[in-house]
C-alpha cells in the first residue's frame, strides 16, 4: 500500500504563540490557602521584606512560598529587582481573586461557628476615619462589650472611604461598617449610632485667616479655592448644592486637613479632628454659624447573604453603647437656599 505524507512545512514566523503551561493547581488543599494568604501579605505590604514582619517567617521561607505558588499557578505574580516590587497585571488579579477566596472561607468558618452555636473566627470591621476623636462615638466601648461576649473572635479593624467600606460590605471583604449616612443601597442595612459636627476651616496662611468672616454668604464663598472630598458622601452633596468650586480633591479627612494647612484652600473637617489644629493656631473655622454640616453616622451590615452571628452580635454592641450615651438627631446638611444661606 503507498501511503502519502504531506511535504515538510518550515514553521511560519506568523504562527501563533505557544500556548500558555497549564497551571497544576487541581484540588485547592490547605497549604494552597497558606500559600495565597502569604501572597496577600506580600502584595499587601509592598514585598517580601517587608512581609516578613507581618508573617513572622524569614525571607528564604516567605521567597519559596512565592514560588511555589508561582509554579502551582503557572503564573508569574510579581516582579522583583532593582526597580522595586510590583505585582504583575496576572498577580494583581490573582490577589483580587485571593481576597474573594478567604473571605468565603471565613464566612464559611463563621457559619459552621453559627450551626454550633459559637462565635468564632474573624470578624473584620471597616470604620471611616477619623472617629476616635469624636466624643460622641462610642465604638471603643462597643467594642469592649462585644469582646466580653465573644472572646474566641479575631477582631481586624480597618479604615477606608464610604465607598471602599460600602464595597467591601457587599462583597464579603467586611462585616460591618460604620459610616456617615448619605445614599442608601438596597443590599445594606442601616442603623443609626451618633453625629458629627463639620465646620468649615481655613489655614493660618489662608488670606481669611483672622479676618471679620461676618460678610460672607454661601454665594461669596464660591469665590474661593475648596478643597473636598472626592467620593458621594455628605460632604460631596453640600458642595454640589453650594456650588463651591472644589479646586483640590482629597479622599480622607487627613488629606482635607493638609491641603486647607496648605493656606490655599477651605475645607470642612470635622470639629474634633480640627480641634488641635485650632488649639496650635494653624487654623480658624470660618462662619460656624453659618458654614456648617452634620454628619449622621450609621452601623452598616449586608442584607443577603444573612450576616455571621460576630457581626450581627458586634452590631447590636454598637447599638447598645450608643444607647447609653444618646446624642440628639443629626439634621440633614444644611441647603445654601435655606435661611440665611442665599443661592
Known amino acids: 500500500m503507498h501511503v502519502t505524507t504531506p511535504p515538510h512545512r518550515p514553521a511560519s514566523s506568523h504562527s ?159 462585616q460591618v461598617g460604620i459610616i456617615p449616612a448619605h445614599r442608601h443601597s438596597q443590599s445594606l442595612v442601616y442603623t443609626d449610632l451618633f453625629t458629627e459636627n463639620m465646620l468649615l476651616y481655613c489655614g493660618r496662611q489662608h488670606p481669611l485667616f483672622g479676618q471679620d468672616h461676618s460678610p460672607l454668604t454661601w454665594q461669596a464663598l464660591r469665590a474661593w479655592q475648596f478643597a473636598g472630598l472626592g467620593y458621594h458622601s455628605p460632604n460631596m452633596e453640600l458642595s454640589h448644592s453650594a456650588r463651591l468650586p472644589r479646586k483640590a480633591t482629597g479622599f480622607d479627612q487627613e488629606s482635607i486637613a493638609t491641603l486647607v494647612l496648605s493656606g490655599r484652600y477651605l475645607g470642612f473637617l470635622p470639629d474634633h479632628y480640627a480641634e488641635a489644629f485650632e488649639r496650635s493656631g494653624q487654623m480658624q473655622t470660618v462662619q460656624p454659624a453659618q458654614f456648617f454640616y452634620r454628619c449622621q453616622f450609621v452601623g452598616v451590615l449586608r442584607k443577603s447573604p444573612q450576616p455571621p452571628r460576630a457581626a450581627q452580635a458586634f452590631a447590636q454592641c454598637l447599638v447598645a453603647a450608643h444607647a447609653a450615651h444618646p446624642v440628639r438627631p443629626a439634621s440633614a446638611p444644611r441647603p445654601p437656599s435655606a435661611g440665611p444661606c442665599p443661592g
Open 16 to 174: 501563533a504563540a505557544a500556548p500558555r503551561q497549564r497551571a497544576l493547581l487541581g484540588q485547592i488543599s490547605d497549604m494552597d490557602l497558606r500559600l495565597l494568604q502569604v501572597f496577600k501579605s506580600v502584595a499587601e505590604c509592598g514585598g517580601m521584606a517587608a512581609a516578613e514582619l507581618e508573617l513572622n517567617i524569614g525571607a528564604s521561607t516567605v521567597s519559596r512560598h512565592m514560588k511555589d505558588l508561582e509554579t502551582r499557578l503557572g503564573l508569574t505574580l510579581c516582579r522583583r529587582g532593582r526597580a522595586g516590587f510590583a505585582l504583575t497585571a496576572e498577580g494583581q488579579r490573582v490577589y483580587d481573586e485571593t481576597l474573594r477566596l478567604l473571605s468565603a472561607v471565613d464566612a464559611f468558618r463563621s457559619s459552621i461557628d453559627d450551626i454550633h452555636q459559637r462565635m468564632g473566627g474573624r470578624l473584620d470591621v471597616a470604620v471611616f476615619d477619623k472617629t476616635a476623636s469624636n466624643p460622641a462615638a462610642r465604638i471603643g466601648a462597643a467594642i469592649a462589650l462585644f469582646t466580653g461576649q465573644a472572646p474566641d473572635v479575631a477582631l481586624q479593624m480597618h479604615v477606608a472611604s464610604i465607598n471602599v467600606i460600602e464595597r467591601g460590605l457587599i462583597d464579603g471583604r467586611f
